[in-house]
């Protein structure tokens, strides 16, 4: 495996269901990184984790809840998600959480909310 | 007002034709302005970096920053089918633990 791997690529979930999306990178990179991306809308920064320890948070609801047990996997829990919550959630990562970095994206999780 | 403004599109060219893709800001402090390219169900990739004001080229590609109208473009020449996607214009501070701020996109459809 190389990059930055995705899963699940695509999860259908109900409001009161609680599920997880993955996030591995192979780069050696010490900054991880989640966006939601949705439709005619920019990418919206969602967390931002530099050597584990989380460096932004941009007032995301608490019913999305990362964690970054290491430099190399990312995760974000879902729970009691809303139907507007349905988008892409892309992670990507970078060798360091400055601006000025080149980001790496996986392919993203598709996420539909029922 | 938004920080980055760009075109959604789709925009749709003959092959061959020249391509000219825009973003405007308003935040003054951006330092870095890259182009990023997604293809249909995958992720951004990186495209074209510059810093600060100026052009870089690469390829069919060039990457134009002017600072003082705040407006960043991407001009490919010679499109090719194979460049329909959505281009993402992106920009970050010189500092500190801002990671990037992206435009909308601009979906690209190059006709055979």
């Known amino acids: 495996e190389t990059g930055v791997t995705q899963t699940p690529r695509h999860l259908v979930m109900g409001m009161t269901n609680k599920k997880s999306l993955k996030c591995e990178q192979h780069?050696?990179?010490?900054?991880m990184y989640w966006y939601k991306q949705s439709a005619k809308k920019p990418l919206e920064l969602m967390f931002v984790?530099?050597?584990?320890?989380?460096?932004e948070n941009n007032s995301v609801p608490s019913r999305f809840s990362p964690e970054c047990p290491n430099s190399s996997h990312l995760f974000l829990h879902l729970h009691t998600l809303q139907p507007e919550d349905s988008a892409l959630y892309l992670c990507?990562?970078?060798?360091?959480?400055?601006?000025?970095?080149?980001?790496?994206f996986g392919e993203g999780s598709r996420l539909t909310v029922l | 007002q938004k920080e980055v403004e760009q075109d959604p599109g789709p925009l749709s060219v003959p092959e061959g034709a020249i391509v000219s893709l825009n973003c405007t800001y308003s935040?003054?402090?951006?330092?870095?302005f890259m182009w990023y390219r997604q293809y249909s169900r995958k992720g951004p990739e990186l495209l074209m970096y510059?810093?600060?004001?100026g052009n870089k080229e690469d390829g069919r590609f060039t990457a134009q920053v002017d600072k003082s109208s705040k407006y960043i473009s991407l001009f490919i020449r010679d499109s090719q089918p194979s460049d329909s996607a959505t281009y993402l214009c992106?920009?970050?501070?010189?500092?500190?633990?801002?990671?990037?701020?992206f435009g909308s996109g601009t979906r690209l459809q190059v006709q055979p």
């Open positions: 984790y530099s050597l584990e320890e989380r460096v």
């Open positions: 935040n003054s402090a951006f330092q870095y």
């Open positions: 780069l050696g990179h010490n900054a």
């Open positions: 992106a920009m970050s501070y010189d500092t500190g633990r801002r990671a990037l701020t």
């Open positions: 510059t810093y600060s004001s």
């Open positions: 990507a990562s970078s060798h360091n959480p400055g601006g000025g970095g080149e980001l790496f």
